[in-house]
């Protein structure tokens, strides 16, 4: 899998920590960048560690993954992309409290993170090297968190969820490529 590859797929990983940044960048008045500093670090960290995760347990079973692993691959980054594209037209849950308290940090990462979390295992079969990739996917994440708390911040009319619905399409289109070039 080439770099440009990994960051596209980095890039649709991390629509969900866009849409929830957006959000909260709409709510930091006026900005604070320690604030928007942390939870853009606890998103890139939450997105880099989950692959290791998957990718680390699923090591036990790497032979029978290494055979589907294109269409491993495909299926999920397709489930992924379908369920963002879904979650895109779906109103989202009043949250309750600070988005930068950190209780509510850790459980926004986590919920952010889970699609990183299958990435990881599509990984595996495909011999992709994963600290260097999960390192992309936590910058990306961060960079992209980063970016959203701003842009929600100063009003720049930017849909959370148009950007969720373009990762999940993104992710889509990842998959179908590595299916048509496992068919070749």
């Known amino acids: 899998m080439s770099l440009w590859e990994i960051l596209i797929i980095a890039a649709g990983l991390a629509m969900d920590c866009l849409s929830v940044s957006v959000a909260s960048g709409i709510t930091l008045k006026p900005f604070e960048w320690k604030k928007a500093l942390k939870m853009a670090s606890f998103f890139g960290i939450f997105q880099a560690i989950m692959p290791i995760l998957s990718w680390t347990a699923g090591l036990s079973i790497k032979k029978i993954i290494s055979e589907f692993a294109p269409w491993i691959a495909f299926a999920l980054l397709v ?13 989202e849950e009043a949250s309750k409290g600070s988005p930068f308290d950190t209780k509510n940090l850790i459980l926004l990462s986590i919920a952010t993170s889970i699609d990183s979390l299958a990435a990881g295992i599509s990984f595996l079969g495909l011999n992709v090297p994963i600290l260097s990739s999960s390192l992309i996917i936590g910058a990306v994440s961060f960079a992209i968190s980063l970016a959203g708390l701003k842009i929600g911040n100063v009003g720049i009319p930017l849909s959370g969820k148009k950007a969720e619905a373009a990762g999940g399409i993104s992710l889509i289109l990842i998959g179908a490529k590595i299916i048509t070039d496992h068919l070749k």
């Not at 379908?82 to 979650?87: G, L, P, Q, T, Y």
């Open 79 to 91: 489930f992924l992309g379908i369920r963002m594209i879904k979650e895109s037209f779906e109103e």
